[in-house]
């Protein structure tokens, strides 16, 4: 399976490279949309509802060909929201990555807390974290690589965008790219137990769809797309200890 799941290359690098990619293109929301008039005005997001108040589709909206969910102003503005709000959710998550054929690929434990953030990443066959990556609450970012169970750790520069949008499995469009986003509710889904609101999200520089869920408390619990499916297994709650730096 030829994904970005798989880390073979020393974490350091990885790390470092993802550093520098984000440096380039920083994933923050700063979106627009064009108004009746022509000229161009700011949306103002709001709260979403919770799953299973999900607003009934305006009348006038036709669906399209295939009969595909109907893309909206107000499904760009929830998934906006949502995506926005989970960065600022605690939660430890277990995610389970495949390809579209169901080929299991790594998978990924990502604790939440911010400031503090921390993703272990577990090799495919593997129960034990091939490599860590943790944000303490001062902002001082470690990588982590393990050889034979010795855990090597070293500083490395700080992310430019959260950790679990940075180092994370899920693969979120830019935030700059938010305002030419086309979003369309799907049906709910279970995931892990619990029912969670999805979203069909297509750019507008590209025919790839891909879909997200985000469970009752805005966790991110399902991605799949170009990049692989993504679905959290095992959801809980991170501790202060979950964050502790590495010592020497």
Known sequence: MNNRYSMFAPVLILAALVAAFLTA???????????T???????????????????????????????????????????????????QTIYRVRYETSSDTGEKGDSYVVFNRPP??????ISAGATEPSSQIIVGAD???????FDGGERNCGKIPSFDAPLPL?????????????????????????????????????PAETPNAADYCFNAENVPVYGSGTFGVIQAAELSTPSEADFAAPTP
Do not use: N
């Open 25 to 35: 293109d920083k994933l923050w929301l700063h979106w627009y949309a064009s108004d």
């Open 37 to 87: 008039s022509g000229t161009t005005a700011k949306r103002t997001i709001q709260t979403p509802p919770a799953v299973g108040s999900v607003p009934s589709r305006s009348t006038t909206e036709q669906p399209l060909p295939g009969d595909s969910p109907t893309p909206s102003a107000q499904s760009r503005d929830a998934f906006a929201a949502l995506w926005l709000t989970s960065q």
């Open 116 to 121: 503090s953030a921390r993703v272990d990443t």
């Open 139 to 145: 902002g001082t970012t470690f990588a982590c690589s």
């Open 166 to 202: 940075a180092a994370g499995p899920m693969v979120f469009p830019g935030g700059g790219s938010f305002g030419s986003l086309s979003v369309a509710e799907l049906d709910s889904k279970t995931i892990a137990g619990a029912a969670a609101r999805c979203f069909r999200v297509v």
